[in-house]
């Protein structure tokens, strides 16, 4: 028998993984079960390339329950020499747990939490093991050994038994671990954190006979596959059927209708990865929480890792499910370590190129199939125009708006094919409700010119053009802002009396207007009511308010009046105070009423038309 000493830094991993991560313990398994993995990949590439065959490769567990209980996970793959057991079991061979362990603090060390999120290797088989018992044959190898250690700095070396190549590996639970001996256990275990491994995973277990009496007559051995062994993203797109696709969906994310569509990457040279994307055909329902669950999980060769990451997509592709599995990560990646590794963020970039790249190449190829995509998306894509101004200008041709002239949605494309002539610039209308904006009378002189405006009814819409700026070399132009009326090339200059009038009115209404201003662009109506360049519009401010955000300071409008209208002149020609004051009231409310916006004060409105009407 051989006895030999762990190197320093395994000790020291070991009193690491030990004192820190026991609300975590069963990782152990996952952690084996991937070296196993691990091995079979090595033994499967060696067989392709030298061309022999080999058994089925296959991972199995068994348990004993009782007094001593025992945890066996066995592979037929690769298997280890007498000095690879030294050199693999006996130092850190991993140079990024190394790494990894170099650069954490005291208290880092000692914060279970952090440390619960990484992989530790072999070793996390002490957090639930007395005595850890390794035995291997290496391929091509006639003569097995036995490494065995109780993680206490020293371990052995023997000759021992094995068959055929691979790796059996047994743990003698401790206290702490002898609820692993349990078949629902382990079955739970395999299925949260190595469903996707590609080879069958084993258990074998024993269970009771009954008769009709439910006495028990005896025990039958079973042997059962407990994993569903498919790791569908990493089988090449040809091998793969839609439906493929749609039940791996459906099975994977208890969504019971088949994805929108699907987006299936491999990317190979820098850096290795798989992505499998879905886009659910309805928006997740807590889309709009903050604590939303992040859809997309992450896997480091088939080895799941998390799926509680919101970093892993920018916050506004937080619809889309699936899986991103990296070859070049460590398993010991923590979510601290994820945020910055190089890695990790050239995945998310490439990601969001291609899902952006995707979207658009289905927006110009089956436009149906994006109109049903922008019906449950479009807004969680304008929030990206403010998220994420790298794919400014790709989400700019990916977002949708009505619009006064066309039914269904437009982009900002197909609006700047349309534009007259002599327009200079896009225009907007902001408001609660589709209806009410596409009838509201600002919009009345757009037409007469045949300028086409816009519709946005969603909450976030001035915040996104806000932050949009232009559309190529186009400015964006709010119908229902004062700054809207500059572009009217015709502006006529405001007679005197016009402006006397303005200012009558404005006297009249006090502090409920901002300002009354001489429109040059309004036929057919008597007045309506923007909001000042830099105002959220009212109907802007009712929204924010129904929606709770109530600490923002009200911005009185300005009226805009039609001077030629004969209500505004018979006010104009007016000597009678009552009248005026009256009449400039009612002036303001039907303005509002025609934005969708009640008056303050419903009553007194009605009392004052009624004065007015006799
Ligand atoms: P890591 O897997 O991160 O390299 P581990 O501590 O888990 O670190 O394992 C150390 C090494 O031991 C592995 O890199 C591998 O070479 C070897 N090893 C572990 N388990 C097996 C196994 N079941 N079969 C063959 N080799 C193994």
Redesign the pocket.
């Given at each position: 028998m051989e006895r030999k000493q762990f190197k320093t830094e395994v000790t020291d991993l070991l009193q690491l993984i030990i004192h820190s991560l026991y609300s975590h313990k069963e990782i152990f398994l996952r952690?084996l079960i991937?070296?196993?993995s691990?091995?079979l990949d090595k033994l499967r590439y060696k067989s392709l390339t030298e061309n022999f065959t080999t058994d089925e490769m296959r991972i199995d567990i068994s348990f004993t329950e009782g007094d001593k209980r025992t945890l066996t996970i066995s592979?037929n793959?690769?298997?280890?020499t007498h000095d690879?057991l030294s050199e693999?079991?006996g130092t850190?061979?991993?140079s990024g747990?190394k790494k990894f362990l170099a650069n954490l603090t005291e208290e880092q060390k000692s914060d279970s939490n952090l440390i619960g999120q990484f992989g530790v290797?072999?070793?996390a088989a002490f957090m639930v093991a007395e005595k850890v018992e390794v035995v291997?044959k290496a391929w091509g190898s006639d003569k097995a050994y036995k490494w065995a250690s109780d993680g206490r700095e020293k371990y052995t070396i023997d000759e021992a038994e094995r068959e055929s190549c691979g790796?059996t590996?047994t743990l003698y639970l401790n206290e702490e671990g002898k609820e692993y001996a349990n078949r629902w256990q382990i079955e739970n275990l395999v299925k949260q954190y190595s469903d996707h491994i590609a080879y069958p995973i084993y258990l074998a277990y024993d269970q009771n006979t009954y008769d009709d009496k439910y006495n028990v007559t005896g025990t039958e051995h079973k042997v059962e596959k407990i994993n569903s062994a498919s790791a569908l993203w990493r089988r090449s797109k040809s091998e793969l059927k839609e439906e493929d696709y749609n039940d791996f969906y459906k099975n994977t994310s208890y969504d019971t209708e088949n994805p929108l569509f699907y987006i299936h990457t491999k990317a190979e040279g820098a850096t290795e990865y798989t992505t499998l994307f879905f886009i659910p055909a309805k928006a997740p329902m807590d889309m709009y929480h903050a604590d939303y669950k992040p859809g997309v999980k992450l896997y480091v060769r088939r080895v799941y890792i998390t799926d509680d990451d919101k970093e892993l997509l920018p916050t506004y592709l937080r619809f889309v499910r699936g899986i991103i599995d990296s070859e070049d990560l460590p398993?010991n990646v923590s979510r601290e370590i994820l945020q910055q590794n190089k890695v990790m963020s050239a995945i998310r970039t490439a990601s969001v190129k291609k899902l952006l790249g995707e979207f658009k190449k289905i927006s110009e190829q089956n436009p149906e199939l994006y109109t049903k995509f922008i019906e449950q998306y479009n807004r969680p894509l304008k929030e990206g125009l403010y998220q994420d101004y790298a794919n400014r200008d790709d989400l700019l041709e990916l977002v949708r708006f009505k619009s006064s002239e066309v039914e269904g949605y437009t982009s900002l494309a197909q609006y700047k094919e349309r534009m007259k002539s002599d327009q200079k610039s896009i225009y907007y209308i902001t408001g609660a409700a589709e209806e009410t904006l596409k009838n509201s009378p600002l919009l009345s002189s757009y037409k007469e010119k045949g300028y086409e405006v816009l519709l946005m009814t969603d909450d976030i819409d001035e915040l996104v053009i806000g932050s949009m700026g232009k559309y190529k070399d186009l400015d964006l132009k709010a119908v229902n802002k004062t700054d809207a009326m500059d572009d009217f090339a015709d502006k006529k200059k405001v007679a005197k009396e016009d402006k006397k009038v303005a200012e009558k009115i404005k006297k009249a209404l006090g502090d409920r207007v901002k300002d009354v201003k001489v429109s040059s662009r309004l036929s057919g109506v008597s007045a309506v009511v923007v909001a000042d360049s830099n105002d959220p519009t009212v109907q802007m401010q009712q929204l924010l308010k129904a929606m709770g955000q109530t600490g923002m300071p009200e911005s009185a409008p300005v009226l805009e009046i039609n001077a030629e209208d004969p209500f505004v002149k018979k006010i104009a020609l007016s000597e009678d105070e009552t009248f005026v004051a009256d009449a400039s009231s009612v002036l303001l409310d039907q303005a509002l009423l025609s934005e969708g916006v009640m008056p303050k004060n419903p009553a007194e409105f009605a009392v004052k038309l009624h004065s007015l009407l006799i």
């Open positions: 952690e991937s070296n196993a691990d091995a592979d793959g690769i298997g280890m690879e693999n079991l850190i061979a991993h747990t290797g072999f070793y291997s790796t590996i398993l």
